[in-house]
């Protein structure tokens, strides 16, 4: 169900009174903040990735004791992995999806589509969603007595 023009036309109104009443929230909404700190995140799981190898290199490297060697080795094994799992899970986070660019060329919150869903293939009963969960569980109960 797509939204009317009137309705377009007083989100917008909402939206620029949100901006100019707080602006921090508002950047916060529409992910800008997000998307940097998902960035540095992803920096630094890198950095931490790269002394991790470092770590590595070194424990082959030197002509350490085979306990030192193998401690610094597997103590860069783990730096390395976490590292990389940091750097993985920042990349993937929600908050990299970038803001809507209006046709005004301003970013903004943005209704997706106008209004319209943005899975066509799936159906939406327009009720609630306590509604559906509710109308469920009364089909479980009447098929279970």
Known sequence: MELSEEELRMLEQMERALVEEDPKLASTLRG????????????LGGAILLVGIGLLVVAVLLDLSAVLQTITGVLGFVVMLAGAILALTSARSPGRAKPKVRASGRTGFGVVDGGRQHRPGRQRSGSPFMERMEERWRRRRERGL
């Open 32 to 43: 800008t903040s997000f998307q940097r700190a998902a960035r540095r995140r992803m920096i």
